[in-house]
Each structure stands twice: as C-alpha cells, then as structure tokens.
C-alpha cells in the first residue's frame, strides 16, 4: 500500500467525521430550535400543524389548558332538532378542538316526539335508530371542507342494536355501500344505561352477548373501536351490572373497546373513590384493549371538584396515561349553544390540570386518540414544564 492511499484514506475518514459531525449539530439544532419556537412565544395555541413535527412545549405557555380531543360529541339529539352541522363544528373550533369523534346517539325518540331528551318524556320508548348516523354522513360529506384542514373529524356509527345482533352486518354492509370507509368508530352503545329503563330500554341481557361475535369479529378485523356506555351499578347495589361489561370485556378481549364515563353514571354516585378505582384498574391490567373515558360533566359534578376525591383518582390517571379519552359528551339539541359547549369542555377538562405533563401530552393533547386510531404522520408535543 503506498503513501498516497494511505493519506485518501485519511482523508475520507476526516471527511466522513466532518459530516457526521455536522449532521449531528443540524439534528440537535431542529429538535431545539422547535423548543425555542415555543419559547419565544408568549402563549401558543395549538394548531394540527404543531402535531406534524417533533416538538416540545412548556405546559405554562400553552393558552388554554383545556383538552383538544373531543372523543365523545354527540352531534345529533335524543330527539327534535340539532344545530346545523357547520354551526356545531365551530362550537368545537372556537374552543380549539383539533381532533374529535362525532356520534349519533345510542338510541332516539319517535321523529314525531316534541321532546329534546329522553328524561323529558318518560314512558316515550327510545329506540335504536340509523337515522343519525346518516344525517352525520351527510353532513360530513357536504361541510368537510370545511374541517378538513385543520381538524381530525372521525364519525361514528351509533345505530347498533345490542338486543338484536343478528341485524348488525346488515345495517353496517348498507353504511358501506353509501359512505365507503367513512364511519372508522362505532359508538356510544348503550350495553347497560340505567335510567333509560324509563324509557323501555332494558340492559342487555347476558346471554345476548355472545351472539354479538360476527359484529365484533368485524370490528375487530377493522380496527374499529367501539364506544360503550355500561353502568358499574346503581346506588343502591355499586355493582348490579359489572358483570355484564365482564362478559364483554371476557368475549372479546381482541377488540379496541372504549368504557366511557368510567362506568359512573347519574345513577351511580356514592361508590368509594378507592373501591372504584380497583375496579377500572382490575379491568385496564387484564384487558390490554380496553380503555375508559372521562366523559360527561357527572365525573366533575361529582368527583373531580371534590379536592379529596380528585387527589384519589389523580395518581390513577398518571399511572393509566395511555389508557384514558376525553371528552364532553355534549348532546347538540336545537337548545344547546356555544357557551354550553364552553362549559362542557371547561368542566370535563378541570381534572387534567392536576395530572403530570406525561399524562396531559397523552390525555389532553391527543396522544392516546393518535395512537388508537393509528393516524399516521401526527405525534403530540412533548410537554416540560
Ligand atoms: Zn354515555
């Protein structure tokens, strides 16, 4: 080997630690310089566009603390008329939701009832209907643009008959035909809602689950969550129901199921924080699918607002950061406006300002709704103090 080849390949090694080095500083430059971004602004908003590339954000500099992902809104009433679909859509934008699952609801009343919600005419039985989820499609379809550009709009099929399987694939085949691919959620269902008794909807009875399998397989085959809504129990006896969501969770252990409203209800709210909490954490380590929301303004009216309840269910939610949705669970009634939905989001969101940056990248700003329905190219800022 001669002297000659000896110094080019010097050479080449010097050159090649040169750009080594180089890339290196330009790769530590962009991740800090989106750090100094957000520290030189005064307080950020966060848009969809701050979720396309790595990016960290001091949690006091963020405006608003209130959560970006609406995981349960419900654009269509028990019964009566709904805000137009435009309107409801800035309801969300104008409290900076980037992201959001648009639900019928599980079950209406008659189209000739004069009533807005089911307590409002008790004995009127409520029925499970695909009417909503089409006038969702519509809408969708007519004002995606909309949301399109800057928001994550997914919609959810909620028409599904828990007492009559057997008729799911069909209604879901028809959804197909007409909105190919559009619906990529299902729910909120109603597995067990207490107070709907009232109105002629009864829990589904236990046996009836395991003829929900080809429905489920389908779901499951299309990774398409499902949204339940399952009393624990009432007050008088915690937990009368539980083994009802049991056998589902049981049956179905491959499929994405969300819990909503952790199981709480109106009906249920004197169960023990502690005794409670065992409860959902029973389930969330045997069923690596599941997931809870903590949907409805109940979970604050009742719990989150009572300092000595909320410290109990705070190391929980830290513990459980990527198993946890959240959402308003606004019903959008003709009587429903802005400033309610304002509210709606104020209240359900109150908890997140006690739990650790971890949890709030993943609950708040959207982490988890990412990761389950797999959007790819979208990442939730890292949050520091
Ligand atoms: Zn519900």
Same mark, same amino acid.
């Given at each position: 080997?001669g002297?000659?080849?000896?110094?080019?390949?010097?050479?080449?090694?010097?050159?090649?630690?040169?750009?080594?080095?180089?890339?290196?500083?330009?790769? $530590?430059?962009?991740?800090? !310089?989106?750090?100094?971004?957000?520290?030189?602004?005064?307080?950020?908003?966060?848009?969809?566009?701050?979720? !396309?590339?790595?990016?960290?954000?001091? /949690?006091?500099?963020?405006?608003?603390?209130?959560? &970006?992902?609406?995981t349960? @809104?419900?654009?269509?009433?028990?019964?009566?008329?709904?805000?137009?679909?435009?309107k409801?859509?800035?309801?969300? /934008?104008?409290?900076?939701?980037?992201?959001?699952?648009?639900?019928?609801?599980?079950?209406? *009343?008659?189209?000739?009832?004069?009533?807005?919600?089911y307590?409002?005419?008790?004995g009127?039985?409520?029925?499970? +209907?695909?009417?909503?989820? &089409?006038?969702?499609?519509?809408?969708?379809?007519?004002?995606?643009?909309?949301?399109?550009?800057?928001?994550?709009?997914?919609?959810?099929?909620?028409?599904?008959?828990?007492?009559?399987? %057997?008729?799911?694939?069909?209604?879901? %085949?028809?959804?197909?035909?007409?909105?190919?691919?559009?619906?990529?959620? @299902?729910?909120?269902?109603?597995?067990?809602?207490e107070?709907?008794?009232?109105n002629?909807v009864?829990?589904?009875?236990?046996?009836?689950?395991?003829?929900?399998?080809?429905?489920?397989?389908?779901?499951? $085959?299309?990774?398409?969550?499902?949204?339940?809504?399952?009393?624990?129990?009432?007050?008088?006896n915690?937990?009368?129901?539980?083994?009802?969501?049991?056998?589902?969770?049981?049956?179905?252990?491959?499929?994405?199921?969300?819990?909503?409203?952790?199981?709480?209800?109106? %009906?249920?709210?004197?169960?023990?924080?502690?005794?409670?909490l065992?409860?959902? +954490?029973?389930?969330?380590?045997?069923?690596?699918?599941?997931?809870?929301?903590?949907?409805?303004?109940?979970?604050?009216?009742?719990i989150?607002?009572?300092?000595?309840k909320?410290?109990?269910?705070?190391?929980?939610?830290? !513990?459980?950061?990527? /198993?946890?949705?959240?959402?308003?669970?606004? @019903?959008?009634?003709?009587?429903?406006?802005? %400033?309610?939905?304002? *509210?709606?989001?104020?209240?359900?969101?109150?908890?997140?300002?006690? &739990?650790?940056?971890?949890?709030?990248?993943?609950?708040?700003?959207?982490?988890?709704?990412?990761?389950?329905?797999?959007?790819k190219?979208?990442?939730?800022?890292?949050?520091?103090?």
């Open positions: 080997m002297i000659k080849n000896i110094k080019n390949i010097k050479n080449i090694k010097n050159t090649l630690i040169l750009l080594i080095t180089i890339s290196l500083i330009y790769y $530590i430059f962009n991740k800090y !310089k989106n750090y100094i971004n957000y520290k030189n602004y005064n307080k950020k908003i966060l848009t969809l566009n701050d979720y !396309k590339k790595y990016n960290v954000i001091k /949690r006091s500099n963020l405006k608003n603390m209130n959560y &970006v992902v609406d349960n @809104v419900h654009f269509r009433p028990y019964g009566g008329e709904a805000n137009n679909f435009s409801t859509i800035n309801f969300l /934008r104008n409290s900076n939701i980037l992201m959001c699952i648009i639900t019928g609801i599980g079950q209406r *009343l008659p189209l000739d009832s004069k009533c807005h919600y307590l409002d005419c008790p009127v039985p409520v029925k499970p +209907s695909i009417i909503n989820d &089409v006038l969702n499609a519509v809408d969708y379809k007519e004002y995606r643009h909309l949301f399109e550009n800057d928001m994550i709009v997914i919609l959810s099929m909620s028409f599904l008959d828990l007492h009559k399987p %057997e008729k799911i694939p069909l209604f879901i %085949e028809l959804l197909d035909n007409e909105f190919p691919g559009l619906f990529k959620c @299902v729910g909120e269902v109603n597995l067990c809602k107070i709907l008794i009232n002629k009864s829990c589904i009875p236990k046996e009836i689950i395991p003829k929900w399998k080809s429905f489920m397989k389908f779901l499951e $085959i299309r990774k398409l969550p499902i949204i339940i809504h399952s009393d624990i129990g009432n007050n008088n915690n937990l009368k129901y539980i083994d009802l969501f049991k056998t589902v969770c049981d049956l179905y252990p491959n499929n994405k199921i969300i819990w909503t409203h952790m199981g709480l209800s109106k %009906e249920l709210t004197n169960m023990e924080p502690y005794e409670h065992n409860i959902v +954490s029973t389930f969330l380590d045997k069923y690596p699918n599941l997931y809870i929301d903590i949907t409805w303004r109940i979970l604050y009216d009742n989150f607002k009572y300092k000595n909320r410290d109990i269910y705070i190391p929980f939610i830290n !513990k459980y950061y990527n /198993r946890i949705l959240p959402g308003t669970d606004f @019903v959008n009634s003709i009587l429903k406006n802005q %400033e309610i939905y304002k *509210l709606e989001h104020d209240l359900t969101s109150y908890i997140l300002n006690f &739990v650790d940056n971890n949890a709030y990248r993943h609950i708040a700003l959207g982490q988890n709704f990412i990761n389950i329905f797999e959007l190219g979208l990442t939730a800022p890292y949050v520091i103090d």
